[in-house]
């Protein structure tokens, strides 16, 4: 008997027995492979068996007749087990969006070698506050339940689960006499709920709808019972501190103190902090858990972030352990299982400040494997290298890679994958597992798949790794994709994220000092990102969805990074006086953001008439639409006030948003300039400032311009005109 032959025998053998020692089909997870592969899911047999090591694994192997098996410890590792076979069997991508597709193959390939794959970390967090915030706060319960199978399928186990707490809040403080209006008013507008509750703002935007209460009180109950069913453990939210300063009027003996102002919000938006050694304190956690609990359930962990990118009343050790002490002993009267995760964001943003002896006191006042830390953005910095493993508390590395949901290509697998592997060997007995804590959803979906994937033990060489990633963008071997991509991954992704990361095309223009959160620049030739693009095209069109993003999101980096180089021309021309040379370029520019708009119309996921669209559905009246879009334009630009501090921190390049928004001041600033020009003056920097930041505040508040929420145009079709348009002039030699 021929050994293949026989392999098929005994497993066959093995699957009539396996009922035997195992434990019934996980029903979730048949679920799960229900809503992704429809009626073929019935081709997968599902076992669950715990496992010995209390590590997470699967094993897959086909059967005859056609069967695939699978066998894991959990419904969660099905998931896995499942994203494994259609990543590398059938050349697949899962997005992490409800509205594209999962595309599979006309018949579904075989595993003929027995697949057998271990974690290498029980915890896989995922997410942050400011998520919430630039992705998710339109999202309805399809949404959610699209990301919550994304999560499964790529091993997540610790998703944080901050929706609907507000519902809780408005309980808690109704019980202690505030009013409606009050509470309501205390909180913001829905996008900027991420920074009321890390202490940094109130009233922005507010009040908040009791619709909205209603709606997200509704979705949090089906969030945390899906999550649960995939054998995740929801991180809900704790008391902090953070109380309405209202409060003070009825408990005048209260301890309550104005935090430090932040983000270059006035006074009137600054939060408040109750000291958490007065008695209230301890009834406040007790009847926002309480509360919590009764309506959302408890896997006793819980966020808590005081002084987030705050200035604690006092910066004395002694202080900062006494309030991290006491904030827990009020966790603990509560839940006796409860521990404590918090962000370490801060000891990394505000280092100077947070010293080793500060933060040692604070986390080490907490009794031990009490609080977890997340290590935030060790792509940029690893604090537990810098904190003596953060003192021994049990801490879980991070990748960050977006902030504000900018379109930025930016990642770096390489540079990643030797830092979590050195952190795994290395990191102590406390290192507590891997995790991802990016701030929107944005253009580098591979590199929040790699750093799950790090999470597991499937000994995939990272070259390897990306040129499958190629494959399933395309749903097969096309050598062209695959040559794009080793491209890609070799020259562009050796950049990290940072804040308001963009290029100039979504910068406010300026002459003078360019502004905090627009940064700008590229370190690599973009001729070798063009040429990417060109073998992108290059292959056989298959309308995978997929791809048509990447020819989107690629495509638009490479004229993106075209228009600064066109920017480094046009002030040379304007700092000689060259008139003539700079109408041209100007002229060239304002083109460039007309067909960069053309082509992101063309794609969903670059779409700001969806976002709108998203927005204004959560009204449940024309007044409450029109606050929501307000609302949803508002963080996208200004943030706050126009001219503020934030401005164009979430910066992104999405249809609608460039032609109506961004394109319009670079209009702005060439009247400007072209006037300075033309009379031989200086440029009005301050009078130009005030003219575009005019124009801001009434983008926002006075919802100028109509978005299509669907895609426009055919994107193969105008990417391969923009392809032979700009050829020649992206392959000149660049302009410094």
């Known amino acids: 008997m021929k050994a293949s032959k026989l392999f098929r025998v005994l497993s066959l053998l093995f699957i009539l027995i396996l009922p035997l020692s195992v434990n019934a089909e996980n029903k979730a ?4 492979y229900e809503r992704i592969l429809g009626e073929r899911s019935s081709n997968f047999i599902l076992n669950e068996k715990k496992s010995n090591g209390g590590f997470d694994y699967f094993e897959l192997v086909s059967l005859p007749g056609g069967k695939i098996s699978v066998v894991a410890n959990s419904a969660n590792s099905m998931a896995v087990a499942l994203n494994h076979y259609l990543r590398y069997y059938c050349k697949t991508s899962v997005s992490w969006y409800a509205y594209e597709t999962v ?3 006309e018949n579904l390939p075989s595993v003929n070698e027995k697949v057998v794959v271990n974690s290498v970390c029980k915890n896989r967090f995922f997410l942050n506050y400011c998520t919430f915030g630039y992705t998710m706060p339109w999202w309805q319960w399809n949404d959610w339940e699209r990301f919550i199978d994304w999560m499964a399928l790529n091993g997540v186990n610790m998703p944080l689960a901050i929706t609907g707490q507000e519902s809780v809040w408005y309980k808690v403080w109704q019980k202690l006499g505030l009013t409606d209006l009050q509470i309501r008013g205390y909180f913001t507008g829905p996008a900027h709920l991420p920074w009321h509750r890390m202490l940094n703002i109130d009233h922005w935007q507010g009040p908040l709808p009791n619709s909205w209460l209603i709606h997200q009180e509704a979705l949090q109950k089906l969030i945390v019972k899906r999550e649960r069913e995939l054998n995740m453990t929801p991180v809900l939210p704790a008391f902090s501190g953070h109380v309405p300063y209202e409060l003070k009027k009825i408990y005048p003996d209260a301890k309550i103190n104005k935090l430090s102002q932040w983000g270059g919000f006035d006074s009137t938006y600054t939060s408040s902090f109750l000291d958490p050694m007065y008695p209230l304190f301890k009834v406040i956690q007790k009847h926002f858990l309480d509360e919590q609990t009764k309506l959302y359930g408890t896997n006793h962990i819980y966020g808590i972030d005081p002084f987030n990118e705050v200035v604690p009343p006092s910066w004395e050790p002694e ?5 991290s002490g006491t904030i827990f002993e ?9 521990v404590w995760l918090q962000m370490s964001w801060l000891y990394y943003y505000q280092r100077k400040d947070w010293t080793n002896p500060r933060i040692e006191a604070f986390v080490k006042a907490v009794p031990q494997d009490k609080m977890v830390l997340l290590d935030y953005f060790c792509e940029r910095s690893e604090v537990w290298k810098m904190t003596n493993k953060f003192f021994g508390q049990p801490y879980i590395w991070c990748y960050l890679g977006n902030f504000g949901g900018n379109t930025m290509l930016a990642g770096d697998i390489d540079e990643v994958g030797k830092r979590i592997d050195n952190t795994i060997a290395n990191g102590g007995t406390n290192f507590w597992g891997l995790g991802s804590t990016l701030e929107g959803f944005d253009c580098n979906p591979q590199m929040y798949e790699y750093v799950f994937d790090k999470a597991w033990d499937f000994k995939i060489a990272n070259s390897e790794w990306i040129r499958a990633w190629a494959m399933r963008r395309t749903g097969s071997s096309d050598s062209s994709n695959v040559a794009a991509w080793d491209i890609i991954n070799d020259n562009v ?8 990361h963009c290029n100039l095309t979504n910068a406010r223009p300026t002459l003078g000092k360019a502004e905090r959160y627009a940064k700008s620049g590229f370190n690599y030739d973009n001729r070798l990102l063009f040429k990417a693009w060109s073998l992108m095209l290059d292959s056989p069109e298959n309308g995978r969805e997929s791809y048509l993003y990447d020819i989107v999101n690629v495509g638009r980096q490479v004229l993106g990074n075209h228009f600064d180089n066109l920017w480094n021309r046009y002030l040379s021309a304007y700092n000689n006086g060259n008139v003539e040379v700079v109408k041209d370029i100007e002229g060239k ?14 794609n969903t996921s670059f779409l700001l008439g969806k976002w709108i669209a998203d ?3 959560m009204g449940v009246n024309k007044e409450e639409a029109d606050y929501y879009e307000i609302n949803a334009r508002n963080i996208l630009t200004s943030w706050g006030e126009e001219g503020g501090q934030l401005s164009d921190y979430a910066n992104r390049s999405w249809a609608g948003l460039t032609s109506s928004y961004y394109a319009k001041r670079w209009s702005i600033f060439f009247q400007e300039a072209n006037n300075a020009l033309t009379l031989k003056k200086e440029f009005d920097n301050d009078a130009y400032r005030s003219r575009i930041i005019e124009f801001e505040g009434e983008w926002w508040k006075k919802r100028t311009g109509s978005f299509s929420a669907a895609p426009v145009g055919n994107t193969i079709e105008i990417a391969n005109g923009l392809i032979k348009k700009y050829r020649d002039s992206i392959n000149e030699i660049p302009v410094k």
């Open 330 to 338: 009020t966790l603990k009267a509560v839940d006796k299982k409860a």
């Open 615 to 617: 927005a204004r559905k």
């Open 589 to 602: 520019m304002m083109e460039l953001l007309a067909d960069i708009d053309r082509l992101l119309s063309t």
């Open 29 to 32: 997870a048949r679920a799960l």
């Open 493 to 500: 992704y050796k950049i990290t994220s940072k804040t308001g």
């Open 103 to 105: 595309q599979l193959p």
């Open 319 to 323: 202080y900062l352990a006494r309030v």
